[in-house]
């Protein structure tokens, strides 16, 4: 019953939220069911688990209450496992985890999202910065991969050009980033 009242709530509210944005001819069956869909949905499983939570804690409740009152003051252990609901406690468990792992994927998503962020950044200011070393050095021939890099994956190529040019360009050998793993380690924080 429980999943079945959070479920048609979820449903009535968001049916009476669209019947009041949408005029009548705009209005059909099917774009309907896309907005009131009560299932796969993650804001109706925070609502399960939500409910499933409150319920659990009251079911624990009247048991150890009961428990209590059967002992005579004393915790009676069989009367509280008989009066409580393991498939609520067991429900709740599923929810729980659920709610978890999406926050986990929801964690791990984000992170990646700023990895990727910062790599475009740091290439872009590399790729800027090459042009205008390319002006100063009048080697503009040697930095035709830019765009090579910019619109296609041949990056391996564009790669070997990089350190051509580091190495004409006198920068250190503890500077420069000669293979894939160096340019890996260099994104993902590490020093070179």
Known sequence: MNEVIVRLLYATRRLV???GDTKGEK???????K???????PTVERMLTVAHGTFCML??????????AAGAGAFNAPEFFMRLNIVGVGRFTISFYGEAKRAASI????ASA????REKTIVEDYLFGLS??????????LVCFIDEFRSSDMYIRAFEASVQLADLRKVPNDKVLRMKS???????????
Do not use: M
């Open 132 to 141: 205008q070393l390319a002006d100063l050095y009048n080697d503009k021939h």
């Open 17 to 19: 939220k669209y019947l």
């Open 35 to 41: 907005v009131c869909e009560p299932f796969s949905n």
């Open 182 to 192: 160096d340019i890996d380690t260099y994104f993902a924080g590490g020093k070179k």
């Open 59 to 68: 079911d624990v409740g009247d048991a150890t209450i009961r428990a209590f």
């Open 107 to 110: 964690r791990g998503a984000q």
């Open 114 to 117: 700023q990895l990727a962020l």
């Open 27 to 33: 209005q059909s069956i099917s774009e309907i069911w």
